[in-house]
């Protein structure tokens, strides 16, 4: 760190500052450089958590559209019966899944 400037006339220049990097007669307080870099990291979090949050949307658009084609003629009824078949003990839920998936796969 070097002494800040003073300003002769007000004497409002008071304690240590730092360079600011790049910058030509530019000067930040340390605690300024802290804040800077604390709110830069805070920026990237929400950046962080953005991404993720789209990455969550994605999904649930993604579930709700899978669940959408559940209701589709053709998958409905596959539906039903795979539904039937597991109450009734014929099939696993394992395999009534295949069930769903193949009559999915299919549309």
Partial sequence: MVPAPQDTQSGAWEGRLA???????????????HHLFRETVQVLELDRKRRDQQVEWTRALVRDRLLARLEQPGVRESVRAAEAAVRAGDLTPDQAATRILTALDGT
């Fill in 19 to 33: 360079p600011l990097v790049g910058g030509r007669g530019a000067w930040l307080r340390p605690e300024s450089w």
